[in-house]
């Protein structure tokens, strides 16, 4: 029955503009693989200018970008619900991870010009190397067809799934008690505008 219903959703798809089920789409992909892993191994050994890998890094993370967007735009709701889901949001936690570390790098690079490191950008740089390592996850694309790397990337959703569940439900309840502690102080300075508390006595 559930293999049934995978390829009744298989079936549902087609292309717009683009077939991004086709075997030329999906090498694209492996090739962004590809050239993003050398880029960063260029990074991390120094080889040549840093501003080449650095522009170079850029690009594939648009281009990582424009291909995750095309999936979404063709594939529509398949996106959410076809037997690749947790591939599909996988390759978009990834891609937030690489436009996030390519705004931060750009943030750290412009307070940092001409300035001497402090404690502040020294701790940019760390969570910077952080989230180039999980770009790396990039590679597990290739071993999808492998059942152990399926179920890493589920455990690994799953986990950022309550994590961020986590965080809406603390955030849900910090707003709660700000809201109380507001409407209480309101209400006790409304009340104080219009009475006045009894003057202590006076001790002789």
């Excluded at 009744?8 to 962004?32: D, H, K, M, S």
């Excluded at 960063?40 to 840093?50: D, V």
């Amino acid at each position: 029955m559930a293999v049934a219903e995978e390829d009744q959703i298989e079936a549902l798809y087609q292309p717009t503009c683009l077939n991004v089920q086709g075997t030329r789409w999906t090498n694209f992909g492996y090739l962004l693989i590809g050239g993003s892993t050398v880029i960063m191994a260029c990074q991390s050994l120094g080889i040549g200018p840093g501003w080449i890998w650095k522009s170079a890094d850029d690009c594939t993370t648009v281009l990582f970008t424009f291909e995750l967007l095309v999936r979404i735009f063709e594939k529509g709701y398949l996106f959410f619900v076809e037997d690749d889901k947790n591939w599909n949001f996988f390759d978009a936690l990834v891609v937030a991870i690489s436009l996030f570390s390519m705004v931060m790098s750009q943030q750290a690079a412009a307070s940092a010009n001409g300035q001497a490191p402090n404690g502040a950008a020294m701790q940019k740089m760390k969570v910077l190397r952080t989230l180039r390592l999980l770009r790396l996850l990039r590679l597990f694309r290739v071993f999808k067809g492998v059942e152990e790397v399926n179920r890493f990337v589920e455990l690994l959703l799953n986990s950022v799934r309550t994590v961020f569940l986590s965080m809406l439900i603390v955030a849900a309840v910090a707003a709660l008690v700000a809201t109380v502690i507001i409407a209480c102080g309101a209400t006790v300075n409304a009340w104080l505008r219009d009475h006045k508390l009894p003057k202590l006595p006076e001790i002789h």
